[in-house]
C-alpha cells in the first residue's frame, strides 16, 4: 500500500530488500493468514508477504486469539511445495525464528515447544501456524503465519507468561527481526517432507517438553519428535507419537 513504511522503511522496498516476489503491508488486517490465502486463491507466487501492522481477529491453533497490537510482527507467508507436512513445516518456521531471535540477542536464549511456540525465559514470545489448502488431495498452497511480540504491550494478565523482545533488548525494531527471519523462511520446504537429521538435532537442542512429564496430549513424558514433526511420549506402555493436540505438563 502507497504511504506505509516499516519503521522507516518503505514497503515498497521490502521485497527486493528479502529477496522475495512481494511484500504487502497493512496498516490493520482481521488476519494476515487470511490475507495470504487470499493471496493464493489469486495465483500470487511462492515466498509472497503480508505484513499487518495491527490485526483484529488473529488466531494461533485449535482457534485461540492472538493478541496482535501495533508494535510486533504479524506476518503470513505463501508457499506452493507441491507437497508438505504441516507439523515439520510449523517446526522448521520455528526453527528459523529461534535463530533470529538468537542473533539479535548474541547468546542461545530461546526454547520451543511442540507443536508451534517459541518461548523465551520460560514466556511465549512467538507461535507460528501452518495452514495448507488442498483441492482433492493435491496441495494448492501452504500459508505460513507467525506472530512475534517485538516492541508492543503484552497485556498486564499475561506478563507472567508473555514476553516482548524489547523487554530484552529495549532498542529493538521489527525490521531487524524482520531483517534476520524472512530470508529465512524462504527455504521452509525446500528440504524435502521430513524433517533432516541436523534439523531435529537443532530442535532437540531447543526443546523444552524433552524429558518433562506430561498430562496431555498423552500421559507420560516428553520424548522429542519425528522427521514428521509429530511428538513422540514416553509412556508406560512404550512411545507413542502424537501429530496434534495441546500440551499440558503434569
Excluded at 487470511?34 to 486463491?41: C, E, F, I, N, T
Excluded at 512475534?148 to 503484552?154: D, F, I, K, L, T
Aim: hydrophobic share 45%; with cysteine; glycine share 14%.
Amino acid at each position: 500500500m502507497a504511504g506505509i513504511d516499516l519503521d522507516g522503511v518503505p514497503a515498497r522496498l521490502l521485497a527486493k530488500r528479502w529477496g522475495v516476489p512481494h511484500v504487502a503491508v497493512h496498516r490493520q488486517l482481521p488476519s494476515s493468514l487470511d490475507a495470504v490465502h487470499g493471496l493464493g486463491s489469486r495465483g500470487a507466487p511462492s515466498g509472497a508477504v503480508v505484513l499487518a501492522e495491527e490485526q483484529t481477529a488473529g488466531r494461533g491453533r485449535d482457534g485461540r486469539t492472538w493478541h496482535s497490537p501495533v508494535g510486533g510482527v504479524w506476518l503470513a507467508m505463501l508457499f506452493r511445495p507441491g507437497q508438505a507436512e504441516l507439523g515439520a513445516v510449523s517446526i522448521r518456521a520455528g526453527l528459523v525464528l529461534a535463530d533470529a531471535v538468537d542473533e539479535l540477542l548474541g547468546r542461545s536464549a530461546v526454547q520451543l515447544k511442540w507443536p508451534n511456540d517459541v518461548l523465551l525465559d520460560g514466556r511465549k514470545l512467538a507461535g507460528v501456524l501452518c495452514e495448507g489448502r488442498w483441492q482433492g488431495e493435491e496441495l494448492q498452497w501452504l500459508a505460513v503465519g507467525i506472530g512475534v511480540n517485538v516492541c508492543n504491550p503484552v497485556p498486564p494478565e499475561l506478563a507472567g507468561r508473555a514476553v516482548a523482545l524489547s523487554e530484552l533488548l529495549p532498542a529493538v525494531r521489527r525490521i531487524d527481526l524482520l531483517d534476520c527471519l524472512v530470508p529465512g523462511l524462504t527455504c521452509l520446504t525446500a528440504y524435502g517432507v521430513r524433517l533432516t537429521e541436523p534439523e531435529c538435532a537443532a530442535f532437540a537442542a531447543r526443546d523444552c517438553l524433552r524429558g518433562r512429564q506430561l498430562r496431555r496430549p498423552l500421559a507420560g513424558r516428553g520424548g522429542g519428535l519425528r522427521p514428521d514433526g509429530a511428538l513422540l511420549v514416553e509412556g508406560e506402555s512404550g512411545t507413542a507419537a502424537v501429530r496434534e493436540g495441546r500440551v499440558e505438563l503434569a
